[in-house]
């Protein structure tokens, strides 16, 4: 028995799950109707009953749709926010094209661990168990700074060792720093944002200069333990002269 929504058939559970990504917003709703639930339950029971239970959840309707879709057939490839991503590198690919913030619409996919969930319930996970670990562990680092965790993880995805900034790629850093020279009018501006940016900490993981780049953000970081320790000097000596002059 088919199923109908909004005058198109679907003969089983692969055709509806194949479908979702055409029309998001009719699917955030129909997957929530007993009739969906019901030819879900008919054609897998075990697949309707988990239907069933996400259909009362509260999450975005991104995640939601993302998850009912995992549900009806794993193997299809990652769908999330209106767009199909063929590969786990077309997906970090993605990410970073965002820099120097993260996209909002694409957070969610971080925040909710969507890439580690894929990678299981697809069984990417049996055959590449050490990359599994690694976006685990990746994706554990949003609960510190959820910048340098998207950043880390569409570098580890993408595979790239590109410089990205502002939807461009630049081969690598000295390529982006020859570009500013010409285009940027504030460079300490630009200069002290990106010392202190999660985007740089994340790509030095991963660029060929690695070692450079992190010794060149250890430098920045004992500049600013310096200037923190001068301010607190100043302030600490202010505060003696101040108590000194008012008992003499």
Request: proline share 3%; net charge negative; aromatic share 14%.
């Amino acid at each position: 028995m088919s199923l109908t929504i909004q005058g198109k058939e679907y003969e089983d559970i692969f055709a509806l799950a194949k479908a979702i990504p055409t029309n998001e917003i009719d699917f955030v709703k129909a997957l929530r109707s007993e009739e969906v639930l019901s030819f879900v339950k008919r054609e897998d029971e075990n697949k309707g009953k988990r239907l069933d239970l996400l259909s009362l959840s509260s999450l975005p309707e991104d995640v939601f749709l993302f998850r009912a879709q995992e549900i009806l057939n794993p193997f299809l490839p990652f769908f999330f926010h209106g767009v199909t991503f063929e590969t786990y590198a077309s997906l970090g690919t993605s990410l970073l094209s965002s820099s120097p913030t993260p996209d909002p619409t694409l957070l969610p996919i971080l925040r909710y661990r969507l890439v580690s969930e894929k990678m299981k319930t697809s069984g990417y996970e049996k055959e590449h168990h050490e990359e599994y670990e690694k976006v685990l562990e990746i994706e554990k680092e949003d609960q510190e700074d959820i910048a340098y965790a998207y950043f880390s993880l569409g570098y580890y995805l993408s595979k790239s060792t590109s410089f990205f900034y502002r939807g461009v790629e630049y081969e690598n850093l000295y390529n982006f720093t020859y570009y500013l020279i010409k285009k940027e009018n504030d460079l300490n501006a630009l200069g002290s944002f990106l010392s202190n940016s999660s985007l740089l900490e994340a790509y030095s993981n991963y660029s060929k200069d690695r070692i450079a780049i992190q010794e060149y953000l250890h430098l920045c970081k004992e500049r600013d333990n310096s200037e923190e320790a001068f301010t607190s000097f100043q302030v600490k000596r202010k505060e003696r002269l101040s108590k000194e002059s008012s008992h003499s």
